[in-house]
């Protein structure tokens, strides 16, 4: 099938502006989604998640899921999923913890680590890959799907509208 390959690049001078990207994401989020985070550790992609899911309106603690592999939240009628598959040995383990489960069209599942469960996991609407660049990070999005490139085109607009430290950079 053909992919639509929309990208966009960001660059995120600092840990606020990260977080003032998962802010943009929060309201570009749709029941089916899924999204991919990629990049090494401490490349920000729970801290990315987090200021999401706090933008929706979820007011205790954000728990990064390295140890329980998944954190569940119902945030007014939406189903959030944030995996982390850091810990999986073989992609498999995502089989056997019935994790497919979880990938349906009423549930948004946010996924760090997607590779180590390549092969089992869905494949996504949108690839969010986080690099380390200087003392800050610049975030590379590829949208998969019609839907991943809504969200991108929403995250877009909202970060370019008015938010200086964290702009498309140029390719
Ligand atoms: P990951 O989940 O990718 O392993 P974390 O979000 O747990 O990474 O940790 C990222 C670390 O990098 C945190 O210490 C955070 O303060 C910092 N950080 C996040 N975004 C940026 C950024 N844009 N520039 C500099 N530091 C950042
Ligand atoms: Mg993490």
Request: net charge negative; glycine share 10%.
């Amino acid at each position: 099938m053909h992919s639509p390959d929309v990208t966009a690049v960001f660059n995120l001078p600092d840990e606020a502006a990260t977080q003032r990207l998962g802010q943009a994401l929060a309201p570009a989020l749709r029941p089916g989604l899924v999204i991919f985070l990629e990049g090494d550790l401490g490349a920000g992609k729970t801290t990315l998640v987090r200021a999401l899911i706090r933008a929706l309106g979820h007011a205790g603690p954000v728990k990064s899921p390295t140890y329980s592999l998944v954190e569940v939240y119902v945030i007014s009628s939406l189903y959030l999923y944030h995996f982390d598959f850091y810990r999986f040995e073989s992609p498999e383990e995502f089989l056997d913890a019935g994790f497919d489960e979880y990938f349906n069209d009423a549930s948004v599942c946010l996924v760090e680590w997607p590779e180590r469960a390549q092969g089992c996991v869905p494949s996504p609407d949108l690839r969010l890959r986080l690099h380390h660049a200087g003392f800050g990070r610049l975030l590379e999005a590829v949208a998969d799907t019609p839907e991943g490139a809504q969200c991108l085109g929403m995250l877009t607009s909202a970060m370019g509208g008015g938010n200086s430290s964290a702009v498309p950079a140029p390719r």
